[in-house]
T-cell receptor
Framework: GQGVEQPAKLMSVEGTFARVNCTYS??????LSWYQQREGQAPVFLSY????GLKDSGHFSTFLSRSNGYSYLLLTELQIKDSASYLC????????????FGSGTRLLVSP | EAAVTQSPRNKVTVTGGNVTLSCRQT?????MYWYRQDTGHGLRLIHY???????QIGDVPDGYKATRTTQEDFFLLLELASPSQTSLYFC?????????????FGPGTRLLVL
């Protein structure tokens, strides 16, 4: 079946880093996106990956391994304001313009 | 200026009631989507459309109808609301071009069905 899995919660400390994991199983693969969602607000696009490897975008970096159905979002030099939910979304080849979202990982950054 | 707007922002109705949620986008995007978001389930696609008059069924369509009257406007209809439809509803739009196809979300509508 098709699914996108993420851990529900993650805790880290200000000034350090956090890695938000995502595993997926889809009938095809046409790219993976990461969104940030603050409490009570709409999701906001962060990053898109379709090729294997690490994509460094400064504060947010993303890694993809298509053979393993795995991605992570890496946040460095964490700030308190990075506390939010992070959603992984996978677009499969057979679903047209549908994407499948994971349930999201709630990141809590403590002082 | 918000490019995707939703109304109402909050709605309370009773079981069996008739509810219409509205979404308007000014991105000139072809694709529009309706999602519901519930704790433990993340965003689930209800219906989507790739243009005026078009409607595609999503992953959780039961109990919902939708209509795309113009490129800008997409409506979600609950004709006999049930408590299981209590949720946070998001509308989104995308241009549908290329693989990245970033989705832009509206602020959401909180629906409570008593």
């Amino acid at each position: 079946g098709q699914g996108v899995e993420q851990p529900a919660k993650l805790m880290s400390v200000e000034g350090t880093f956090a890695r938000v994991n995502c595993t997926y199983s889809t009938s095809g693969f046409n790219g993976l996106s990461w969104y940030q969602q603050r409490e009570g607000q709409a999701p906001v696009f962060l990053s898109y990956v379709v090729l294997d490897g690490l994509k460094d975008s400064g504060h947010f970096s993303t890694f993809l391994s298509r053979s393993n159905g795995y991605s992570y979002l890496l946040l460095t030099e964490l700030q308190i304001k990075d506390s939010a939910s992070y959603l992984c979304a996978v677009r499969d080849q057979t679903g047209g313009y549908k994407v499948v979202f994971g349930s999201g990982t709630r990141l809590l950054v403590s002082p | 200026e918000a490019a995707v707007t939703q109304s109402p922002r909050n709605k309370v109705t009773v079981t069996g009631g008739n509810v219409t949620l509205s979404c308007r986008q000014t991105n000139s995007h072809n694709y529009m989507y309706w999602y519901r978001q519930d704790t433990g389930h993340g965003l689930r696609l209800i219906h989507y459309s790739y243009g005026a008059g078009n409607l595609q069924i999503g992953d959780v369509p039961d109990g919902y109808k939708a209509t795309r009257t113009t490129q800008e406007d997409f409506f979600l209809l609950l004709e006999l609301a049930s408590p299981s439809q209590t949720s946070l509803y998001f509308c989104a739009s995308s241009d549908g071009l290329g693989n990245q196809d970033t989705q832009y979300f509206g602020p959401g509508t909180r629906l409570l069905v008593l």
